[in-house]
């Protein structure tokens, strides 16, 4: 047992006869470790894009409200009398006549 460690400590397992399975494996995990860091990396980066677009839709979605009850209150038919008062314009005292067109064949 001792000598194995002392072995592997010292790096006999990769010159040895038989390294080359072992360098095999050990390419191998490198190879998956890389994989993994690059998924890890990946996975932050989508992470923050989507709190970044989390917080825009909030921020949207406020503005989206405050814009319509500014809108509300602009369509109240005292505010639209009011601005047409403003500019000259009256209610009609006469009720709306429908305009019929015929249409020869």
């Known amino acids: 047992m001792k000598k194995s460690a002392v072995d592997i400590l010292k790096g006999r397992f990769l010159i040895s006869d038989d390294s080359l399975k072992n360098w095999k494996f050990i390419l191998f995990v490198a190879f998956l470790a890389m994989i993994m860091i690059a998924s890890s990396h990946s996975v932050d980066k989508k992470v923050h894009e989507?709190?970044?677009?989390?917080?825009?839709?909030?921020?949207?979605?406020?503005?989206?409200?405050?814009?319509?009850?500014?809108?509300?209150?602009?369509?109240?038919?005292?505010?639209?009398?009011?601005?047409?008062?403003?500019?000259?314009?009256?209610?009609?005292?006469?009720?709306?006549?429908?305009?019929?067109?015929?249409?020869?064949?």
């Open 50 to 105: 989507i709190a970044k677009l989390n917080d825009e839709v909030k921020e949207l979605r406020s503005e989206f409200v405050d814009l319509r009850s500014k809108l509300m209150l602009l369509k109240m038919e005292s505010n639209v009398i009011k601005k047409m008062n403003e500019k000259g314009l009256v209610s009609s005292t006469e009720p709306p006549k429908k305009i019929r067109v015929k249409t020869v064949e």
